[in-house]
């Protein structure tokens, strides 16, 4: 390579003909060119502009390849080497190809080792410890670790020192510990004895009391942080991870009480680290909310430190009620005014000691969003309704008595409250009723719990105020009048009405003509020509159709246009990585057919590979297959396979319940033993605020599964 045209060749490849996450690459060269310049601004909005196009969100594709060759020569060429070593090493990291053979993108980094190997003793400090970065990502191990430990024998930098003894790690992890034993010693660099730690670590070396000391003698330990692995951006977090990552009693005390200990440190610096590590520990243990609660009560000191951990408090919720006593004092604060700091305070409250918030929530509502969202629970379908308080309730009367100064989710919050209280909010119905012509959704939906059960006055004037919007074609308020009076007529009208326009609530409005059953007979029509082109593979056309599916079954009992239209949704999103959901919605309604969906047996089968798909795949074969031609046994791993992947663990409840103890062997209830009863939380994503209750809420319904097994075995 001649130094000085790195990009020699550069013009000679279809660059057009190559994708990246935008399509074509032919913008690609530009970049490349601009790397080289002397326009420094350039250069770094470029790699910018690579790293978004050829490692989007951690995806490789074609043009990444193609580019590997001139990025290894632009950086030996000494052209902002050390950050395109590290964009090298990124590309060759990754595992999420589209349209790219398994490891195509690091084989390409891997062929050009003889570029990059010879840059680990390179004159800048930064350019060696990120080649040492890059090349560990290669699968040329023994090629790379020789080079590594020759760099390793002669580097006295601290920050490469670290870098190489990781990449040692990465390729040879026996190797890597035995390295990092020589170098934990206390007059080692703080920033190489947190890599030898880690090295340890990831050799599965046991965890000492020696290894504790080292850890916490190395806080803070942000400052340590690796520019590359993310995933060990807060170190201590990491290796509290690491450790709980092992599922075994020991490591979990040794989490427990390396957390415990910074929590507990004097200086605010190490408890900030302590409580990042704790919201870890809490969010993939079950067993670490009552570990650190009282590790969490020491490290609340001020209202500063009060409202970092209130978050975490709050997600913790009832596990957290040790801890309610440090939440209370600030969560009361200044009612009557706004003040962020007493909302996240109350926010967590409401939702660690609902009862004891409920007063403070009434005195500050309208103050206090973040508090009544919490008390809301809004799209929350774990959270329990919140305890009825009288001075909420009036709190609540008075601000739906001025509907036009509620703003964003404040009119779905406070009915939602309302909502939850069923008859023993009966009081609120004059607002109630004056609020449906200002927001008919949310108020029609809560007068149906609301006036149910109440004297028959107070659901008459419920019925009126319904009646009166749904003559104005209210569909919301025509579906209330439905459900407490079983009038059909308003809510045909309004359907008929909304069914002819289509467009985005087309999906609501069919779920609303389902639950008509025969009575909306007269709506198939409609319903039969809101259906999508056969060619629209979209996830709301798909999802809209299922919807149309179920509502046409539901109104006709007519399974053949049913069939039809089910297994083109089946058929059109096959191949979708963004359309699963819609094949397992699909399923679910397949389902409800019953052997009218047998002739869908054959899609469903295809969908049981899918851990997302597999549980309602599962329980529509159940619903509508042959019995005898059904392996019950495969059908009970695969909804196993789906909550241990954590794709749909409730639909594995479904499934499994669906299937009945008959379908399980023992190794099956070992399986579900482990997913009830393991610390491991099963629940690992989603949204945040969420998780901890929805795996909660899952190992409570996997614990009633084993107790019915157990009794059906025994009985």
Not at 151 to 170: F, K, M, N, S, Y
Not at 508 to 536: E, M
Not at 603 to 609: C, H, I, S
Not at 658 to 678: F, I, K, M, Q, T
Request: with cysteine; glycine share 6%.
């Amino acid at each position: 390579m001649d130094p000085a045209h790195p990009l020699d060749g550069l013009d000679a490849l279809p660059w057009a003909s190559f994708s990246h996450a935008y399509g074509s690459a032919e913008d690609v060269p530009d970049a490349l060119r601009a790397l080289t310049g002397t326009d420094a601004a350039a250069a770094s909005e470029a790699l910018s502009e690579l790293y978004g196009s050829l490692l989007h969100q951690g995806t490789v594709y074609p043009a990444s390849a193609e580019a590997v060759p001139f990025l290894a020569r632009v950086a030996a060429a000494g052209h902002h080497a050390a950050d395109v070593l590290g964009f090298l090493g990124d590309m060759a990291e990754s595992e999420d190809e589209h349209d790219v053979a398994p490891g195509g993108v690091r084989a390409s980094v891997t062929a050009q080792l003889e570029l990059l190997l010879p840059l680990l003793a390179d004159a800048e400090p930064d350019v060696r410890r990120t080649a040492a970065w890059a090349v560990s990502h290669t699968c040329a191990g023994r090629t790379v670790l020789s080079a590594l430990g020759t760099r390793w024998a002669e580097e006295t930098e601290p920050a490469v020192r670290a870098e190489v003894l990781a990449g040692i790690a990465r390729l040879d992890p026996q190797r890597g510990a035995a390295e990092a034993a020589s170098v934990l010693d206390p007059s080692q660099p703080a920033v190489v004895r947190l890599a030898a730690l880690f090295a340890r670590l990831d050799a599965d070396a046991s965890w000492t009391d020696s290894l504790h000391a080292t850890m916490l003698s190395l806080l803070p330990a942000d400052s340590l942080r690796s520019d590359f692995d993310l995933e060990r951006g807060e170190p201590l977090a990491a290796v509290v991870e690491a450790l709980l990552g092992r599922d075994l009693g020991r490591e979990r005390e040794a989490a427990s009480a390396l957390v415990d200990a910074a929590l507990r440190d004097d200086r605010a610096e190490v408890r900030a680290e302590g409580l990042w590590a704790a919201d870890r520990a809490c969010m993939l243990s079950r067993s670490a909310p009552q570990q650190l609660v009282e590790g969490l009560r020491a490290a609340a000191v001020d209202d500063e430190a009060v409202v970092d951990m209130a978050s975490l408090l709050g997600r913790l919720a009832h596990a957290a009620a040790p801890a309610a006593d440090v939440l209370a004092p600030l969560a009361g604060r200044n009612p009557d005014r706004e003040d962020d700091h007493a909302d996240r305070a109350l926010a967590a409250f409401v939702l660690v000691a609902p009862e004891q918030a409920a007063p403070l929530l009434a005195a500050g509502l309208g103050r206090r969003p973040r508090a009544l969202d919490a008390a809301t629970g809004l799209w929350d379908a774990e959270g329990a309704a919140f305890p009825f308080d009288r001075e909420l309730l009036d709190a609540v009367r008075s601000c739906l008595s001025r509907p036009a100064a509620l703003s964003g989710n404040e009119p779905w919050q406070l009915t939602s409250l309302l909502a939850g209280w069923g008859a023993a909010a009966v009081a609120a119905l004059p607002e109630l009723c004056a609020a449906v012509p200002h927001f008919p959704g949310q108020a029609s939906r809560v007068l149906v719990s609301v006036a149910a059960d109440c004297a028959p006055s107070d659901r008459d004037m419920a019925v009126a105020a319904l009646r009166a919007a749904a003559q104005r074609d209210v569909l919301p308020a025509a579906k209330a009048l439905y459900d407490l009076t079983g009038d059909p007529a308003p809510l045909l009208r309004c359907l008929e009405q909304e069914l002819g326009r289509g467009g985005r609530d087309l999906r609501d409005a069919a779920r609303t003509a389902a639950a008509l059953g025969p009575r909306g007979a007269a709506l198939a029509p409609l319903l039969r020509r809101a259906l999508s082109d056969p060619d629209q593979d979209t996830k709301p056309a798909l999802d809209a159709d299922t919807a149309l599916a179920e509502a046409l079954w539901r109104v006709t009992r007519d399974p053949e246009p049913v069939v039809a239209v089910l297994a083109s949704v089946f058929d059109r999103a096959a191949q979708g990585q963004w359309t699963r959901w819609s094949v397992a919605r699909a399923a679910r309604t397949t389902a409800l057919l019953g052997p009218a969906g047998r002739p869908l047996t054959a899609r469903l089968e295809a969908a049981l590979d899918d851990p997302v798909q597999a549980p309602t795949a599962v329980l529509a074969l159940v619903a509508v297959a042959d019995p005898a031609a059904l392996d019950h046994a495969a059908l009970a791993s695969a909804a196993l396979a789906s909550a241990e992947s954590d794709a749909d663990p409730v639909g594995a409840c479904d499934a499994l319940e669906a299937l009945g103890s008959a379908a399980l062997n023992d190794d099956h209830l070992r399986r579900l033993e482990v997913l009830a009863d393991g610390d491991a939380r099963v629940v690992r994503s989603g949204v945040e605020n969420r998780i901890i209750r929805q795996d909660e809420a899952f190992r409570d319904r996997a614990r009633a599964l084993l107790a019915t097994f157990g009794n059906t075995a025994t009985s």
